[in-house]
């Protein structure tokens, strides 16, 4: 739109100045407006590459019924792409040090033991009871029950390692709950309660939408870039192997042995310290009902744990991959742990 100024013999005169002022704000208000109309619009920002991905801290976006702490700050989702691993080259050790556990008796388990205590100060919705871990389709399930218990409305399960362990190849194969308001979990943890600094390792399954697989990691109580993945199949359907390998210089996480996500080249956040193997699934109070949908679950759901390792870094050890076949079904062959 061209400026309009107009000629002396459209202009009039008023004895009242009053006048003339509002005259005159009126135009240089109109001018504004125009000059500010004329501007070219900013250009529209273009998706990041993932070099470029790498290298942002992405901004958490948390929903207004969210709180602003994780494990519910909403992470970044991210579409499959090849992920770069640092090359690590140890001494080669012998085969010792490392855990393999089938599950199979879970209430005598040589590795995991059931947690038996309230969760009244925590987010969870329910007291961990032993009674809900129990021995089926050969291994271990966890279950969620609608029960009352300590005050809390429901009860869930976890068992944890009764020692801690560091770098390293960490494997399960399990079959995460599905139903609104559950979570399965498979992670590494130490932190206050041991002594320690908060440093922990996740691989996580929301039952609201088992077909997506989330990431994270923590160092002295921070999370640095959590993610979330989109997978080829409904992790709820059949037991898959999961698997995260931590290293002195990263973390990569994997999915049937293919290397789905991997901390950046020099990261902070990676942790340092032992900790503790464990697995749950739960239901957590209505604060956190944002992050993992409102508890609609099935009485009693639960998830299916099959096997469990532990590789230490540089050493060679059996593993879950071992006897583990990467099929429609996810199925175990039938042969024996080393």
């Known amino acids: 739109m061209a400026e309009h100024k107009p000629s002396p013999a459209a202009q009039w005169r008023c004895a009242d100045t009053g006048v003339d002022r509002l005259v005159l704000g009126s135009w240089a208000a109109f001018l504004a407006l125009a000059l500010w109309l004329l501007q070219p619009p900013a250009p529209a920002r273009s998706p990041l590459s993932e070099t470029e991905a790498a290298a942002v801290l992405p901004e958490p976006v948390a929903a207004a019924n969210e709180p602003d702490f994780y494990p519910w700050v909403r992470p970044v989702e991210r579409d499959m792409a090849p992920v770069v691993t640092q090359p690590w080259s140890p001494k080669r050790k012998p085969r010792t040090g490392g855990f393999l556990t089938r599950l199979t008796f879970p209430s005598e388990d040589p590795v995991f033991t059931a947690s038996d205590h309230g969760n009244a100060n925590s987010y ?7 009674a809900n871990v129990d021995a089926r389709n050969g291994g271990a399930f966890l279950e969620v029950k609608r029960e009352s218990h300590g005050g809390l409305p429901y009860t869930a399960a976890e068992m944890q390692s009764g020692q801690t362990y560091h770098y390293g190849r960490y494997e399960v194969i399990m079959q995460p709950a599905p139903g609104s308001g559950l979570v399965t979990a498979f992670f590494t943890y130490t932190g206050p309660w041991f002594g320690d600094p908060h440093d922990e390792i996740d691989i996580e399954f ?12 923590f160092r002295k109580g921070k999370t640095n870039q959590p993610a979330v993945f989109d997978l080829p199949f409904d992790a709820a359907a059949a037991p898959r192997l999961y698997a995260f390998e931590w290293r002195p210089d990263g973390i990569t996480w994997f999915v049937d042995g293919v290397p789905y996500y991997a901390t950046r080249p020099g990261d902070p956040g990676v942790p340092q310290t032992a900790g503790k193997v464990m697995f749950s699934t739960w239901t957590g109070k209505s604060s956190i009902q944002g992050w993992h949908g409102k ?6 759901a639960g998830a299916q744990f099959n096997c469990v390792s532990f590789t230490p870094l ?4 059996p593993s879950c991959a071992d006897s583990y076949v990467p099929a429609s079904g996810g199925s175990l062959k039938s042969v024996q742990a080393r």
Do not use: A, C, M, Q
């Open 124 to 130: 969870y919705g329910g007291d961990w009871l032993p």
């Open 206 to 217: 929301l039952g609201t939408d088992t077909t997506k697989i989330h990431f994270n990691y």
């Open 295 to 300: 508890p609609l679950f099935r009485d009693g």
């Open 314 to 317: 540089g050493h060679e050890t």
